[in-house]
């Protein structure tokens, strides 16, 4: 069987595609990875919601025992009775 080499042209344009198909494998691999950070954090602030939802509740329900029904003026501190 005869060898068959591939031109020096041929042979870049193969070395150029493939450097540029690891490139982007790299390139996909850190995106993933931030996806994958950002999905972590993401997480984590759904809890924090969960909790924060929790505690309004919790002393939304403290305040209409102590004080009834109505509404509290966030500036001033005063609740008006409905």
Not at 2 to 11: G, R, S
Not at 18 to 38: M, V
């Amino acid at each position: 069987m005869d060898k068959i080499f591939l031109t020096q042209e041929e042979l870049k344009t193969v070395g150029e595609l493939n450097f540029q198909r690891t490139d982007l494998i790299s390139k996909f691999g850190a995106i993933e990875f931030q996806i994958q950070t950002l999905e972590l954090e993401k997480d984590k602030l759904t809890e924090n919601l969960t909790t924060l939802n929790n505690k309004s509740i919790s002393l939304g329900e403290e305040l209409q025992k102590k004080y009834g029904e109505g509404n509290i003026n966030i500036e001033t501190g005063e609740f008006v009775k409905q």
